[in-house]
Every structure is written in structure tokens, then in C-alpha cells.
């Protein structure tokens, strides 16, 4: 037996309420014969009478009287579940999960998901800061905010922060001992202040380019941190050479506490991509927070295929 369909029972159930065909055809915005011709077909699928019809009224039959009990109040709830959502739709609210990087966090998502969590307070978003990569899918995260080269290929990646490029600094006492290196190659007659890794746990190695060509630099130093910022203090204090992303760096480079070098060999390179599984189906709250975060001119890319630097320090956190 064919399944009669939710519009049909509808149309039973507000007859039955009505209990007049011009009455319920006039509430539903559609003609007494089309709403007649429903009704039997539905008696057919059923293979049972449901409506008792005379000239004046409509009554149940005890079928129909089963049939109305059983369904009237659930088809209320039902729509008023598509109420709900339809509501949901036109003001977002729910929770989002997005695992990030301290550098990440600061540069670009709060600047951006700030003022959309101010004008839609039903909106919540969980931030995990997390020093190593996470597994969003196992994780029961909505997306994950990264660098490009750190996105498996199989994730919808959307960029959605600037270029960034990375700066050699040293303090002003330092440099007045130790001449300024030239070429990424003086560095291995310097003390620098290594990056512990959390991914791999090994030291990260510096990566410059200048015209094309690339140059690996695996330096030695007094000291090592797994913190960008630890790092930073440890340069200011005249401990050596750091390597970590410029903005990070730009308010001490600013105030004189630190002096780039090797500028020519630190190009810029593209930024933050926002990931999350392609066979995710947006929720309205994820889909907001993702065109907040969308770069005006971006477009959905694989940027895994491309970036071939292999780890930053300060981009990971």
C-alpha cells in the first residue's frame, strides 16, 4: 500500500478540525475540488473511509476519528519543529567548535567573530587553542584554522587572513657584538633561539627564500622554547636571533627592542585557511561564522597542494 504523504494528512487533519470542505479549503488557499479530490485519494491509498459527507457538513468516520487522534497533535509539533527552524535560519544561534592557533586566534579570528557574537547572542563558539594539529572529524570539531600547508586534502579550505611573512630579529645590544648576518648562511655563526616543534617534537628548521630560491637553515643556540612568546623576551634580552612571524614581532620592532635582519630573504607567503570536512552539511550558525571569516575575494582552494613550507613557529599556535 502506497504511504500517504505529510500534505495529505495535513489536509485530513484540518478538515476534520473544520469540519467543512469550503471552511478547510479556504484555510489551507486552495480550491473545495482540489481539496476534495485529496481527500478521496487519500480514502483509496488507505483502502478505509474517513469522512462521512453530506450536503452541509463533513463528519469523521471512526476510522477517521482513529486516524485524527493518532496524528492531529503530531502534525502540530511538526510544524511547529519547521517553525523553530525556519527561525533558526533567520537567527542563527547554536554552537560552533573551531580549533586554532594562539597566533591565529589573536590575528584573526577574534577581530572578526567578536562583533558577530555581539549582534547574534544565541550564537556560541568554542575556541580550542591547541599547539599541535587536532583531528577535526574524530575531534567533533566544525573547522579548524591553519596553515595551508598543514590541511589534508580531502577538507573544503577557504582562506581567510592576510599574507604573512616571517622576520629574523635580534636586540640592539646583541647586533653592537655580533655583525648582522648577510645571507641565511651566517646564521650557523650565531647564537639563534630555537623552536621546539609539537608536532614532530624536533627543532624547527628556518626557512628562507630570496628570487626563487629556497634555503633551509637548521640553527644552534643557549636556548629553546616551545612558545613563540617566551621567545621573543629571550631576543629582547639580547639571548640571540629569533625567527618567528613579523606581526608578532612588530610592536617590539616598533618601540627599537628588536632590529630585523635578512629581510630580503623573508617573502611573504599566504596565510590562514578555515577547513572543515567537504561532506559537512553548514549548520546556520557555522555558515555564519564562516562568511565572517571569508576573505572578500576568496575562494575555495586546496592548499595543500601548493604550500611547500613545512612548519612556522607561532603560525601552529
Not at 580550542?128 to 573544503?156: H, T
Request: proline fraction near 7%; charged fraction near 25%.
Amino acid at each position: 500500500m502506497a504511504r500517504p504523504n505529510l500534505n495529505d494528512l495535513s489536509a485530513f487533519v484540518t478538515v476534520a478540525r473544520e469540519g467543512s470542505f469550503t471552511r478547510a479549503a479556504s484555510a489551507m488557499g486552495v480550491t473545495q475540488s482540489a481539496l476534495s479530490q485529496a481527500m478521496k485519494a487519500l480514502e483509496e491509498r488507505l483502502g478505509i473511509r474517513l469522512l462521512t459527507r453530506t450536503t452541509r457538513s463533513v463528519s469523521l468516520t471512526e476510522a477517521g476519528e482513529r486516524l485524527f487522534a493518532a496524528i492531529g497533535d503530531r502534525l502540530d509539533e511538526i510544524e511547529t519543529e519547521l517553525d523553530a527552524l525556519t527561525e533558526l535560519r533567520e537567527k542563527p544561534a547554536g554552537l560552533v567548535r573551531i580549533t586554532t592557533g594562539e597566533h591565529a586566534m589573536r590575528a584573526v579570528l577574534l577581530p572578526k567573530l567578536m562583533p558577530l557574537m555581539h549582534k547574534y547572542p544565541d550564537l556560541r563558539i568554542e575556541f580550542d587553542v591547541s599547539y599541535g594539529l587536532r583531528n577535526i572529524v574524530a575531534d567533533r570539531f566544525d573547522a579548524g584554522v591553519r596553515l595551508g600547508e598543514s590541511i589534508d586534502k580531502d577538507m573544503i579550505a577557504v582562506p581567510v587572513g592576510p599574507q604573512l611573512r616571517m622576520a629574523a630579529v635580534a636586540s640592539p645590544a646583541y647586533l653592537k657584538t655580533h655583525p648582522a648576518p648577510k645571507v641565511p648562511g651566517d646564521l650557523v655563526k650565531h647564537r639563534c633561539i630555537n623552536l621546539r616543534l609539537p608536532t614532530t617534537g624536533g627543532f624547527y628548521v628556518w626557512e628562507f627564500a630570496k628570487n626563487g630560491r629556497e634555503l633551509n637553515v637548521r640553527v644552534e643556540g643557549q636556548v629553546a622554547f616551545n612558545t613563540s612568546p617566551h621567545i621573543v623576551d629571550a631576543a629582547i634580552a639580547g639571548l640571540g636571533i629569533c625567527f618567528l612571524l613579523e606581526d608578532e614581532l612588530s610592536p617590539d620592532i616598533k618601540a627599537g627592542k628588536l632590529v630585523p635582519v635578512l629581510e630580503d630573504w623573508c617573502p611573504l607567503f599566504p596565510g590562514y585557511y578555515l577547513y572543515y570536512p567537504s561532506r559537512l552539511h553548514p549548520s546556520p550558525a557555522f555558515s555564519l561564522v564562516l562568511n565572517a571569516l571569508r576573505l572578500s575575494s576568496a575562494v575555495t582552494t586546496s592548499p595543500g597542494r601548493t604550500q611547500k613550507r613545512k612548519a612556522l613557529p607561532g603560525a601552529r599556535r
